[in-house]
């Protein structure tokens, strides 16, 4: 490739990539001439733990909501990429989770639960956390649609699938997507509590 045939591509990245930027980050790429000059202004911002860039991802964290025309699934996964920037960052959340009446309800663990489903398959959830004083289990719609899952919901009911394969489905009860299983097919791992605390889940939507 000659030096010519290379400003061109890098021309062109360049414009990819400041056309994904919002204005007031591609406001700080403005100087750069280069791809690699822009990626490392983004990689000093994003990736250095300065109290400016955490005061900006708490800032974006605090005024997240969701709008109605938002699909709930990329609702949660901003929710989750921002969270796993202020990790980046070096900022731990406590292990608790809050209600909607902001009543703190402490994590007592967190581990990986295998649910025997009624077709016969073994479907695994990963990093389930277990909360005592929650009634029900939520599975996170957002941490399925991230681990390759294809969710499907509609006329008061929902499936889950994995290639050719449906692990699981359920009817909608209120505002909850459920499934129901019996907890003595559940085989928790990692996971110090008893199966029996596991035995209900619902899709939070």
Known sequence: MTEAEWKVLDRKAMSVIRLSLSRNVAFHTAKEKTTKGILKVLADMYKKPSAANKVHLM????????????????????????????????????????????EPLEIAGKGDVRIKTPNGLVWQLRGVRHILGLKR?????????DEGYDLSFGSSSWKIIKGAMVMAR???????????NNHDNIALANANSDADLWHCAGLAT
Request: charged share 25%.
């Open 59 to 102: 800032r974006r964290l605090f005024n997240l909501k969701m709008s109605e025309s938002t699909v709930v699934a990329e609702h949660l996964n901003e929710f989750n990429l921002i969270t796993a920037q202020l990790t980046s960052v070096a900022i731990d959340f406590d292990d608790e989770v809050y209600l909607v009446d902001d």
């Open 137 to 145: 289990n939520l599975i996170s719609v957002g941490q399925l649609d």
């Open 170 to 180: 359920g009817k909608k009860e209120g505002t909850l997507y459920m499934t129901v």
